[in-house]
């Protein structure tokens, strides 16, 4: 019966002890301490009772010897944020991480935040790009913590000068050189450089500084940053002139209607302008024609090349032909109405088809020159032959060295030789009859009387 009195006092002496005694696992050792695995108390894993509020032991010496309470049970720590050296000024353009302490803060991790991102973008890994001109606040915050603040005052940087790196001050006509610039300061906010000409029919430039020349003179090539400062150089536009001409041969000797073609290189290589004329000094005995020298008869002349700029050439050349021996008319494709020797009869309507055969076959001039003794029956119109009337006609060919051949042909309307030719017959008939008709009626009347 004691010992249920002894539980039931124990029991309900737990139940009034105060609200600060924890409870906590196993008992209590020689030392009179408790172990607290899980830090209910607040205090570690280790504190003392003794009846009294959980405690700890400093130095040895508990704080309730003599059963006077003289110690107050430790605050647990606060979670903080300190910001070590807050970037408070940026240039546009700059990028900077944050120096954040963290103490007593869970799994470590804060956040940034940003008033104004088009001031100061906060980038994924919690750095910081300043993006535009002005201010804004920055905020950095942890779990359980108080955030801390600090303000950001972002400005731009101006160009101070411009510097262009090449010393090149002249362009060749028509050819291209390229400066470069560079804007300074280096941080200088927008480095933008545009490039423009004084004078774009001297020269132009292009927007990555490449200067082509187009007339020859002076102009000055300017760049300029946005906000006005600009850097100039003065170029020269230079043209390189031809100086000599140089071709393949010194001398030529042509026949008459060939073609030379003349190889001319004019120097130096690099002269803008190499363009040159050819003529000849006496057109009748060789001209150019395409370019090209053409022999027109035989003779001696001059070739003269020229350039713009007066640079001269002359080349001497000598024109010969092979001449003709003989000529001879070849009508055998033609169609007579008659052909007895040298009596040809032919049909108006049909078509002349007289060639000519001219020896030696190397001659020059392969060609005859034709002439109509009446053109009212024969008549040439470009070299082609054309029947125009009928008659009698002698056609004639002549070389180009003098040499001709000659045919008559006569010229008829076969209709009417085909009826000339009917009367004709029927008038040899009629004669005939006229002359025999006594012996016919003698050859009647014998056939009469053998038939009785």
């Known amino acids: 019966m004691k010992k249920c009195k002894g539980i039931i006092c124990?029991?309900?002496?737990?139940?009034?002890?105060?609200?600060?005694?924890?409870?906590?696992?196993?008992r209590t050792?020689?030392?009179g301490g408790h172990h607290d695995y899980k830090n209910q108390s607040g205090l570690g894993s280790y504190h003392y009772h003794h009846g009294m509020p959980a405690h700890l032991h400093p130095g040895g010496v508990c704080p309730y010897s003599g059963g006077t309470p003289s110690y107050t049970a430790p605050t647990p720590p606060k979670p903080s944020v300190t910001i070590n050296n807050p970037p408070v000024q940026l240039n546009v353009g700059d990028s900077t991480g944050l120096d954040v302490t963290l103490a007593n803060v869970s799994q470590n991790a804060f956040n940034v935040t940003s008033s104004n991102p088009h001031v100061v973008r906060v980038n994924a890994d919690n750095t910081l790009t300043a993006v535009g001109e002005g201010d804004t606040t920055i905020t950095v915050s942890a779990s359980g913590a108080?955030?801390?603040?600090?303000?950001?005052?972002?400005?731009?940087?101006?160009?101070?000068?411009?510097?262009?790196?090449?010393?090149?001050?002249?362009?060749?006509?028509?050819?291209?050189?390229?400066?470069?610039?560079?804007?300074?300061?280096?941080n200088a906010t927008d480095k933008t450089i545009m490039w423009k000409s004084d004078n774009k029919e001297i020269a132009t430039v292009a927007e990555d500084g490449t200067v082509t020349g187009h007339k020859v003179g002076k102009t000055k090539i300017i760049c300029q940053a946005i906000n006005g400062v600009t850097s100039e150089v003065e170029v020269e536009v230079f043209e390189i002139?031809?100086?000599?001409?140089?071709?393949?041969?010194?001398?030529?000797?042509?026949?008459?209607?060939?073609?030379?073609?003349?190889?001319?290189?004019?120097?130096?290589?690099?002269?803008?302008?190499?363009?040159?004329t050819l003529f000849s000094s006496d057109e009748s005995v060789a001209k150019i024609t395409n370019n090209k020298i053409e022999a027109i008869s035989d003779g001696k002349t001059t070739i003269i090349i020229k350039t713009k700029n007066d640079v001269k050439y002359e080349i001497p050349i000598e024109t010969f032909h092979v001449p003709t021996e003989d000529i001879k008319i070849d009508d055998s494709s033609m169609e007579y109405f008659l052909n007895l020797s040298s009596f040809k009869v032919i049909d108006k309507k049909t078509?002349?088809?007289?060639?000519?055969?001219?020896?030696?076959?190397?001659?020059?001039?392969?060609?005859?020159?034709?002439?109509?003794?009446?053109?009212?029956?024969?008549?040439?119109?470009?070299?082609?032959?054309?029947?125009?009337?009928?008659?009698?006609?002698?056609?004639?060919?002549?070389?180009?060295?003098?040499?001709?051949d000659s045919i008559t042909i006569y010229v008829v309307s076969k209709v009417v030789i085909i009826m000339i030719t009917g009367i004709l017959v029927i008038i040899i008939i009629t004669v005939l009859v006229k002359k025999n008709w006594n012996k016919i009626l003698k050859l009647k009347e014998q056939y009469m009387v053998k038939k009785n």
């Open 241 to 276: 002139l031809p100086e000599k001409i140089e071709v393949d041969v010194n001398h030529i000797k042509l026949e008459c209607t060939k073609l030379f073609n003349l190889n001319v290189t004019v120097l130096p290589e690099e002269a803008n302008d190499k363009s040159y």
């Open 351 to 404: 078509e002349l088809q007289l060639d000519t055969v001219i020896s030696p076959s190397d001659a020059t001039f392969e060609n005859a020159e034709w002439k109509s003794s009446n053109d009212k029956i024969v008549t040439f119109d470009d070299g082609e032959m054309f029947i125009v009337g009928t008659g009698k006609v002698v056609l004639t060919a002549e070389a180009h060295d003098g040499q001709t």
């Open 29 to 31: 050792d020689s030392a």
């Open 146 to 186: 108080e955030n801390k603040a600090f303000v950001v005052t972002v400005k731009t940087v101006p160009v101070e000068s411009i510097s262009i790196k090449s010393s090149n001050t002249k362009v060749q006509l028509d050819k291209t050189i390229k400066y470069e610039a560079e804007a300074l300061p280096n």
């Open 10 to 26: 124990a029991v309900i002496l737990c139940m009034l002890l105060p609200v600060s005694v924890y409870a906590h696992p196993g």
